[in-house]
């Protein structure tokens, strides 16, 4: 009686594994300072207009005049509309408010959209990828077993420092692919040419793409799509999940939209339909209060209040990406994304490097492999922490890695 | 590519077609007042603890050394606390906090939970019945086809004036029943000996129930159980849903727990683990905002005016059962409860009997068929509007219903 799926799944949660192990590390060391370049979760606080906002709606909802029960399960209005004159419109893509969908968060959007599909759909993914993605289908049981660190019937679409972490079309047909850009983790962007080529495969095979850009506000690249609707055509081939968490801390607040084209139909049937009747069947709409936070972002205040977290986040990036070049390590990302990511230096694989660095300079970062097979040996440093943080963080990676490159030569010459 | 059992529900949620007709009725008709005693949505304000909760809640969120981002996916600690201090404690279970899983609607945790289970599980359900028990397991392929108004692999329970509207045990053996007490939509309750009857079945049968107690915090007669772990044995077998949305308005808030124990097992699997897991893949959290409102109703203050906000539901369910009554109309429901539940009068079936009521006296309330077939004939009135609102609507129903006898009178004599 048992879905026998959940038993094929590794036991824990990459995010869960990282916190078990620094919270056994900080009570063993409980004088040590650990500074969290982890789990991509912000720092800086809710900007005041959104604050502002939330204390009007909670003072609405105190009143019996005022008063808002259970809301539109797609969402209210005044935020649909809100999204597409902030995020759609000014792009030149013909989004409408009904095909936005509010939500609670990336993760339950981007984990539920598999519904909608067979059981026996086939999948792809970029390898390194948010495991959400991937362990949500293996729930659903459309994966297969688990065998020496992969999937066997997912079809994994490697990013390396070879292809220049932008993955190539997949060699065999597949249903649904599931892409991110600005990419977590990589940090890395599709550019115009790389999202044409994509919409072109996925007209020409039918296919669907599940376009992920929860980063797009980093962007600052003019070129950069932040929209798979910019390409044309892509309205009848793509699904995209946008969320309020790192463009204005919503980390905590939880808010998020999916735009399903009413243009997107697969075997006579409407997505957008079944996306609907999936919201109104088990989901009862995002609290009020925090549909009214999210529309605040949007307002003059807000956008200006967002972009300097935004602009924070970025000089953070920037000084990562600048230690770890000076230290001799390839980097990418970190340019119109939060997340760096290298190769682990002095050959260590990701766990190993997480251990070394917790142990040796007290930094969390992410390692590699948690993505995916292709993120062995590859780690993610985040720029959501303060600015001091960062500042200490790299400090201390640039005294800790020569040391591993030399006791690494060391060992290579004993 | 496509799930195909998106195909086979009906196209048209039920309170979604309440509130198209209810929609078009006010357009046609601007100058009316409609009362709505159909979607149990509540009208009374947030309590003022919550208010205040929420607020310094949000005033958290706006500084950098109190903001929190990502939560745990399985709830802040001090809400699990309060959770059993509150609920389970007083009534002499032995849940643990870490058995308590809290979430955004126990919508979305009644259609949630069925992913737990495998592809082939069998079902069964009280009849008349929330619908989103059936359609979530509607949409995972588990029902077969919908034909004359049944799913042909669900089993019936039929609950009818001839049974005392308690669902009898099913003939043949199920992997899971789906019951709620204080029951949506009939608003009768399970005794103690009932739940002891359906326990033992479960455990005979190596059955799970999943036990709804939504509206819980109605029960006034101090012998019918709050919780299915009031009855010893209840922990191995059953797995309970309970809410904040009717007990302390927040409909539009969205907070809700999931009672998993971790003695509940089933083919070598915890489930306690299945749906801790299923919580980290696919769920960020409730809102820390959300939960610390949630927190304020079990502080003195909130327990006192949630329980007044009750109170006045309450004594709305009694106007509505006196004027029916009144009427000539049998009803149950509308003590420990804010529904009540009839034969529709006249012979009329329940969306016609809506109409009239909608067209006649601008009533809103909710056609019983929605709920199942033996809902068929039956309707469902909330008692969840204002005091005012209600005394108007009984009003108008009491002047109708006679109207309607009397009709249908001269038809027969025809």
Redesign the interface.
């Given at each position: 009686?048992?879905?026998?799926h959940?038993?094929n799944?590794p036991p824990s949660?990459l995010f869960?594994e990282v916190a078990a192990r620094v919270s056994a590390y900080q009570d063993a060391h409980p004088d040590e300072r650990v500074l969290r370049l982890g789990?991509g979760?912000?720092?800086?606080?809710?900007a005041?207009a959104v604050?502002d906002a939330?204390?009007d709606a909670?003072?609405e909802?105190?009143?019996?005049e005022s008063?808002?029960?259970?809301?539109p399960e797609q969402g209210y209005a005044f935020l649909r509309d809100a999204i597409v004159a902030g995020e759609y419109a000014p792009i030149g893509t013909a989004i409408a408010a009904d095909e936005i969908f509010v939500g609670?968060?990336s993760?339950?959007d981007t984990?539920?959209v598999q519904?909608?599909?067979?059981?026996d759909?086939t999948i792809a993914v970029s390898d390194p990828v948010y495991p959400?993605y991937v362990?949500?289908n293996a729930?659903a049981?459309r994966l297969g077993e688990f065998v020496d660190g992969r999937w066997e019937q997912l079809t994994y679409l490697e990013c390396t420092a070879e292809n220049g972490y932008v993955p190539a079309l997949p060699e065999a047909p597949v249903?649904?692919v599931y892409l991110c850009s600005p990419n977590n983790p990589t940090g890395t962007s599709l550019s115009r040419a790389d999202l044409e080529r994509w919409v072109a495969w996925a007209r020409e095979n039918?296919a669907?793409i599940l376009f992920d850009v929860a980063y797009r506000a980093f962007v600052t690249d003019p070129t950069v799509p932040r929209s798979i609707y910019e390409i044309e055509g892509a309205d009848e081939v793509a699904i995209e999940f946008g969320s309020f968490s790192k463009t204005a801390?919503f980390?905590?607040?939880?808010c998020s939209w999916t735009v399903v084209p009413k243009a997107l139909t697969?075997?006579g049937?409407s997505l957008h339909a079944?996306w609907s009747?999936?919201h109104?069947?088990?989901?009862?709409?995002?609290?009020?209060?925090?549909q009214r936070g999210a529309e605040a972002v949007y307002s003059e205040a807000g956008r200006e209040q967002v972009q300097a977290d935004i602009d924070y986040y970025l000089r953070n990036a920037g000084l990562i990406r600048d230690a770890l070049r000076g230290a001799g390590i390839d980097t990418v990302g970190g340019v119109d994304s939060p997340y760096v990511w290298f190769r682990c230096p002095a050959g260590l694989d990701s766990w190993a490097f997480f251990d070394v660095l917790l142990n040796e300079a007290q930094v969390v970062g992410t390692p590699g492999v948690g993505f995916g097979p292709a993120g062995e040996d590859h780690f993610r440093l985040s720029a959501f922490g303060?600015y001091e943080d960062t500042l200490e963080a790299v400090a201390r990676i640039s005294s800790l890695v020569p040391t591993l490159h030399s006791t690494t030569l060391i060992r290579s010459e004993s």
């Open positions: 009686m048992i879905n026998p959940y038993g799944i949660y869960s789990i979760d912000v720092t800086r606080p809710l005041p604050v939330l204390h909670v003072a909802q105190a009143s019996g008063f808002r029960g259970y809301g609670d968060g993760k339950t984990a539920g519904e909608l599909f067979a059981a759909a959400v362990d949500s729930l049981g249903d649904l039918n669907i801390g980390t905590g607040l939880r697969r075997d049937a079944m009747r999936r109104a069947t088990k989901f009862n709409g995002t609290p009020y209060i925090v303060t």
